[in-house]
């Protein structure tokens, strides 16, 4: 039998599928936010501050939390993801509302869970934007599969751990 070189079995080497979500309003995620923003703002009123720096400080945390829940639950915002594409070769583009696209790489640290998940993507310009995914907001076998692409293969930060690591000493 004989073996072909490495860049032969390269070529057949199997590409991740695309991931293609088209984003909804989610119940799950408006009642997660409405709750912390919730206990936050009771806390803060709650506390021995004085009553301007309470009300103050509980203004903030409502402005901050509606802002959430509508960009990131309810997609209200003219910001807010609708659709979210994920290529084989590890790119990803965001369409929010307006149809303005956002295209980058998502960073490693993705936080996974069976209910939510919580992406960070770069763009090329070294803008971030933020992507909260839950269950209820896409199909149910759209959502398995980021999920599962997501703990398979996750994203790399392009061999810097890799470079960090043949630095360190060698043990004998």
Known sequence: MQILPMSWWMLFERLPPLIDLALRPSRMLTGLLAGFYGAA?????ANGLPLIVRVLLALVLGGVGGFWILSHAVRYSSS?????????????????????????????????????VVLQI?????RRRALVVAYDAVD???????????????????????KLLHRLPKHR
């Not at 980058?104 to 996974?112: F, L, Q």
């Not at 770069?122 to 070294?126: A, H, I, L, Q």
């Open 122 to 126: 770069r763009g090329s310009t070294w």
């Open 80 to 116: 807010s993801v609708e659709r979210f594409v994920w290529h084989p070769e590890g790119e990803c583009v965001l369409i929010d509302r307006r149809g303005r696209t956002f295209s980058g790489r998502i960073e490693p640290g993705a936080w996974v869970s069976p209910g939510l």
């Open 41 to 45: 703002i009771i806390a803060a009123l």
């Open 140 to 162: 149910p076998t759209a959502f398995r599969r980021l999920r599962m692409r997501l703990r398979i293969s996750p994203p790399s930060s392009s061999g810097m751990v890799r």
